[in-house]
């Protein structure tokens, strides 16, 4: 792995860290808060790509494990990833290899490419791996956990159309584009 590359690993790495800083909202029904943290693994899925983007989320996953409180409200250690929101977690990397992967199909991306993929990919995805671990965990119903899970929907989709438009306008500069460019055509295979 090039020096470069694992710079951008660590980089969006420390993105979703500093977006775990941010105060999640906690809700009185349902022990998962809303956080900022969807705009940080769309991001990476958007301008990394595939592999160095679930790189980057694993490695965020790594220090969490560890103990760092870098999620959001200050948690951290190994407990966070047996509680209701540890599917979701889980699927961060797997969400964002997706969203990397279906990208790097496309020649050219227009912004709407990039919404619907990180509304139906990113959002969905994220609601089908971690609803089932929190219904699992909570002792609720599947039908149950997922009406519960419908109050995140119209925050994600405003994350989703925050993200979409940062990866739109990101991808343009060199800086991004010729890495993830590099990168895709070098190792996207090899995940």
């Given at each position: ?23 999640p ?6 022990p998962?808060?809303?956080?900022l ?16 983007g679930?790189?980057?989320?694993i ?6 494990a560890v ?7 200050g ?16 699927g961060?990397?797997?969400v964002?290899?997706?969203i ?10 227009r912004f ?9 990919v ?12 929190q ?12 009406k519960?899970?419908?109050v ?11 993200a ?7 991808r343009k ?9 590099n990168s ?8």
């Open positions: 792995m090039k020096t470069k590359e694992m710079m951008y690993i660590a980089l969006f790495a420390a993105v979703m860290g500093a977006l775990g800083l941010i105060p909202i906690m809700l009185t029904f349902t998962v808060p809303i956080t943290q969807t705009i940080g693994f769309l991001l990476a899925g958007g301008i990394l790509g595939a592999r160095l679930a790189y980057s989320q490695l965020y996953l790594l220090l969490v103990g760092m409180p870098i999620l959001s409200g948690r951290g250690g190994l407990s966070v990833f047996v509680g209701p929101s540890a599917g979701y977690l889980f961060y990397p797997i964002t290899f997706f990397g992967y279906i990208f790097s199909l496309f020649r050219s991306l709407r490419h990039i919404l619907i993929v990180n509304l139906t990113g959002v969905f995805l994220i609601y089908l791996l971690g609803i089932p671990v219904a699992f965990i909570m002792h609720l119903s599947l039908l149950k956990t997922i519960i899970s419908l995140y929907i119209p925050g994600d989709i405003v994350k989703a159309i925050f979409s438009f940062l990866v739109y306008k990101l500069y060199p800086f991004f584009n010729r890495s993830i460019s895709k055509n070098a190792h996207e295979s090899s995940f």
